[in-house]
């Protein structure tokens, strides 16, 4: 298979995931792109899969995926396609955070007249260390909710990879059960015809 990974991130765990996603594809001998939603992504004709990845700040999601997806929204509807969600919510166990998380997803996907085939909430990181004054306030505050033992202010990984290992074979099911991938020439092909 072809497959096309896009991340957006800010502190580089949706690229961590994204490269942990391409490893895993590797393994089972499908061809991964990777690329970053900030730099120049390919177009998603020819892929057979496109998987796409944000993480979460202040409730909303990195604009360049969703402008990508707003571009794109026709062309992923006819390939099989995922969403991977990054938050330090999807590592909490509070429902009404969760149900916030969720809501914000679905207008974040309507807003860019996407239906991936799924959607996967993954547990990011906190990166105290690295953060500012300013993101070490916001994010005690958010992690007061998530990881209360962790708002004292330590580096901590909530992502849990056997969960993603998971959702690459979901991936591997729905491709294999979806109709072959017609390539650009093929398509330009039937339309002159
Ligand atoms: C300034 C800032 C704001 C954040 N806002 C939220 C938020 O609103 N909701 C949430 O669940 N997580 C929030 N997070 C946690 C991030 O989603 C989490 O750290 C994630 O791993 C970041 O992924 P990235 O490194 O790919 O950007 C925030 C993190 C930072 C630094």
């Known amino acids: 298979m072809n ?11 949706t690229r961590k995931v994204a490269g942990f996603l391409q490893n895993e594809f590797e ?5 991964v792109t990777l690329s970053d939603a900030n730099g120049t ?6 892929f057979d899969v496109v998987i796409l990845g944000a993480s979460m700040h202040m409730e909303r999601y990195q604009e360049p ?5 707003r571009e794109h929204h026709a062309a992923l509807s006819k390939t099989v ?4 969600s990054v938050s330090l919510t999807a590592a909490s166990d509070d429902e009404a955070s969760w149900h916030e998380l969720k809501h914000i997803t679905e207008r974040f996907l309507i807003a860019g007249h996407w239906h991936p085939a799924l959607v996967e909430y993954v547990a990011g990181a906190l990166r105290f260390t690295k953060y500012d004054f300013f993101k070490k306030f916001i994010l005690r505050q958010i992690a007061k909710r998530a990881d209360p033992a962790a708002a004292a202010g330590d580096d901590k990984e909530y992502t849990n990879w056997d969960a993603l290992k998971a959702f ?12 072959v991938t017609v390539r650009p020439e093929e398509s330009d092909f039937e339309a002159v015809c």
């Open 3 to 13: 497959i096309l990974i896009i991340y957006g991130t800010t502190e580089g765990q």
């Open 27 to 31: 393994n089972q001998k499908h061809h």
């Open 41 to 46: 992504p390919p177009a998603p004709a020819g």
């Open 65 to 69: 995926v969703l402008y990508y997806i």
């Open 81 to 84: 396609s995922a969403f991977y």
């Open 168 to 179: 690459c074979t979901k991936i591997e099911q729905l491709a294999a059960a979806a109709p």
